[in-house]
């Protein structure tokens, strides 16, 4: 009787220490109102005029008075709403707090520099004043990219950084001098949070985050779930070093990795209705940075085709009836033996008076892969084990 006894204080003690190693980022859900096609640098002379006449005053001389934002701009710069998510992230000594966007794609933290000057990509944004961190010192130059979303040139360094209650000591991130984001993300974000699992690839890389986990005696894993409110808020949580059954119901399914340097799983199929399209050695990518579910070309004309979707210009998205909204049918992904259903108010943004799909063909050139976007991730709790190389998935 004892035996069982401690054996099952045991196995509390060990439960409880587990609960008390996982560490909970509050997120907020972010409404971005973006072009669907990507900015080019090039053609973007007109955009600064645009931030200019929607964000600011003007002085009688035609000078912009930069100290005098408008509150409630009239309109959006665009008309295509999406959802971001960002966390609080602090840096240096005393602490700078900046709000980044969460990316599992990528590996690295960057955010927006004290000497980033140019006008529409930086001045709307906190900047890193290194000049103001006892703690900071600089390593090297490096670019940074992630195609048709950002790049950035930054100055990399090492500093203290402050992760929710984890706090690194000589954390290597990147500060932007220059930086472009894409009418994909919100352009007010002061940098990007990678996520992702691709590994360093030189000495002075910062390291990913499941080898930080490590360093800080966590279990390389971590957890998503985008709930509709929380607290009062839309938002959601990145959980680190495990995941919290709370957030779930049933049981997780899990997925070996189709790749070594992405959340990448087997697919293997679509189904829309009763027609059920198998694939053969199709991957797809979780990606929480992106509300878009991005599938091959011809299969996101097709879907869209049969639930009414009707392009507007060749680079546009679908648009469909909004007064058909509720006779549209369900789309199903199968992973495994599983299927992951979504319902039209999943995977129709709404826009003002026009409903968009979120099912659009693959974007980064060169890619195979489907993505399966925010919009897909915050109907299911997802788990990022990067211990056993694995996917869980389980419903909300």
């Not at 560490?23 to 600064?48: A, M, P, R, W």
């Not at 003007?58 to 959802?83: A, C, M, V």
Request: charged share 25%; aromatic share 12%.
């Amino acid at each position: 009787m004892k035996l069982i006894q401690l054996l099952a204080l045991s196995l509390l003690n060990a439960v409880s220490l587990k609960e008390k190693k996982l560490i909970t980022i509050d997120l907020e859900e972010v409404e971005h109102f973006s072009s669907l096609e990507e900015q080019d640098t090039k053609k973007s002379g007109s955009f600064l005029e645009e931030v200019k006449a929607k964000f600011f005053t003007q002085k009688n001389s035609g000078e912009i008075d930069f100290l005098r934002i408008k509150k409630n701009p009239k309109e959006p710069l665009t008309n295509s709403r999406s959802i971001q998510y960002t966390a609080k992230i602090e840096i240096g000594t005393p602490p700078q707090e900046f709000k980044v966007i969460l990316d599992t794609q990528s590996t690295p933290l960057w955010v927006t520099g004290i000497d980033c000057a140019d006008f529409a990509q930086c001045f709307l944004h906190r900047k890193f004043d290194h000049s103001k961190s006892k703690s900071y010192s600089k390593i090297t130059q490096k670019n940074y990219s992630r195609q048709n979303l950002y790049y950035a040139y930054v100055n990399l360094g090492q500093d203290k950084v402050k992760l929710g209650k984890l706090e690194f000591d000589d954390m290597s991130f990147g500060s932007a001098y220059y930086r472009f984001i894409t009418g994909q993300l919100p352009a007010h974000a002061d940098g990007v949070l990678g996520l992702g699992l691709g590994e360093n690839e030189g000495e002075n890389d910062p390291a990913s985050i499941l080898d930080l986990l490590k360093d800080q005696g966590l279990d390389p894993i971590f957890s998503l779930y985008l709930n509709s409110k929380q607290g009062g808020k839309r938002g959601g949580a990145l959980e680190l070093g495990g995941y919290d059954s709370k957030h779930f119901k049933g049981k997780l399914h899990w997925y070996p990795l189709s790749s070594d340097t992405e959340w990448a799983v087997k697919l293997n199929s679509i189904k829309v209705q009763n027609d059920e399209l198998e694939l053969e050695d199709t991957e797809a990518v979780f990606d929480i940075s992106l509300p878009w579910i991005e599938i091959s070309p011809i299969v996101a004309e097709l879907l869209n085709k049969q639930i009414g979707g009707q392009l507007k210009d060749p680079y546009g998205p679908y648009y469909l009836n909004c007064a058909n909204q509720d006779q549209l049918p369900n789309i199903s992904f199968k992973l495994g033996n599983d299927v992951y259903t979504l319902k039209p108010e999943d995977y129709v943004f709404e826009s003002y008076d026009q409903c968009i799909s979120v099912i659009q063909p693959i974007r980064a050139q060169g890619s195979s892969k489907w993505v399966l976007g925010n919009r897909f991730l915050k109907k299911y709790y997802t788990v990022f084990d990067g211990d056993k190389f694995r996917v869980g998935l389980a419903k909300l």
